[in-house]
């Protein structure tokens, strides 16, 4: 089932039509946010981060509510459009990251951040930008799941452990299941399964 959902305010973040362009993306979004959208709604800027760490070199856009706190977080897979994403990140402010510190290190800032209640969940999606009805303002962003490669399901884990993100409660979940059932079609066949595990 899509989501969609139009910005409260006036904000300084990305459109929904240059979201649409950047393809498949693994979207983190806080636990009881209204869906995976409701960071993006609560968003007043937005910077692109690029990030080295022991698994290797990963980029991000992060959002940021009124009180500056992240409230949403797009992370780049093999799977996005890079030239959409390379033309949205060269219009916002620029961070590096380089994590300090071993796996040890990790597994206290990935537990640190959970008792914090800094927790994120994870959802493979695809936007698209809907013309809004006239009561409404601008275009409306939409979110459905999006199909993943091998390397992408690969990536789209290590991203979400890094991030503290616990197990899938249902394993045999797949992209593509998903992604039927929001279409209203059969589920595919085993053969066309890829599973995605995010942990």
Do not use: K, Y
Not at 61 to 79: G, I, K, V, Y
Not at 117 to 132: D, I, K, M, T
Request: some cysteine.
């Amino acid at each position: 089932m899509a989501t969609a959902l139009s910005p409260s305010t006036v904000c300084v973040v990305p459109t929904p039509s240059q979201l649409a362009a950047l393809g498949t993306v693994l979207c983190l979004h806080r636990p009881g946010a209204a869906r995976a959208l409701g960071g993006w709604s609560s968003a007043r800027r937005a910077e692109a981060h690029a990030g080295l760490d022991l698994d290797g070199m990963h980029e991000s856009l992060r959002f940021f509510d009124a009180d500056e706190a992240c409230c949403w977080q797009l992370h780049l897979l093999p799977d996005s459009d890079f030239l959409a994403w390379d033309r949205l990140a060269d219009h916002l402010p620029r961070c590096s990251e380089v994590a300090p510190g071993g796996i040890g290190e990790r597994l206290w800032r990935n537990l640190a951040q959970r008792m914090r209640g800094g927790a994120w969940e994870a959802s493979v999606l695809r936007f698209q930008s809907v013309p809004a009805v006239p009561e409404a303002g601008g275009p409306m962003l939409v979110a459905s799941p999006g199909a993943l490669s091998q390397l992408g399901i690969a990536c789209a884990r290590r991203i979400a452990r890094g991030h503290g993100i616990a197990p899938s409660s249902s394993p045999d979940d797949c992209c593509c299941r998903r992604a039927a059932a929001a279409a209203g079609g059969p589920a595919p066949s085993e053969a066309h399964r890829h599973p995605i595990h995010l942990s």
